[in-house]
């Protein structure tokens, strides 16, 4: 069974950080392209970051580039999110994502404000 499950979200300070993880199961996680979205308050979704099986190749959302950093442990099949000087924009609910048979974690809340 395919699962996928996010911790590491709260509340933060504008300026603050945050490392989100997700912990893969069930499918050869070192094999596969890997993302993470995010859903703002007002229900949109949004594509946050993307990187490559094998770590090498990585995307993000044009708003986060240079604030996070997308990486992966494909030893421990585990997916990271590490987000540096956060801004109340950023607040969302975030998931994890594995693109090849469209499977979503169940979310984590991030939560920006002074």
């Known amino acids: 069974q395919v699962q996928l499950v996010e911790s590491g979200g709260g509340l933060v300070q504008p300026g603050g950080s945050l490392r989100l993880t997700c912990a893969a199961s069930?499918?050869?996680?070192?094999?596969?392209?890997m993302r993470w979205y995010r859903q703002t308050p007002d229900k949109r979704r949004e594509f946050v970051a993307a990187?490559?099986?094998?770590?090498?190749?990585?995307s993000y959302l044009d708003s986060v580039r240079g604030r996070f950093t997308i990486s992966r442990d494909n030893v421990q099949n585990t997916l990271y999110l590490q987000m540096n000087n956060l801004k109340h924009e950023d607040t969302a609910v975030y998931y994890c994502?594995?693109?090849?048979?469209?499977?979503w974690g169940q979310g984590i809340n991030v939560t920006v404000s002074s």
């Open positions: 990187i490559s099986n094998t770590g090498d190749a990585t």
């Open positions: 069930g499918f050869d996680f070192s094999r596969n392209l």
């Open positions: 994502h594995y693109p090849r048979f469209d499977i």
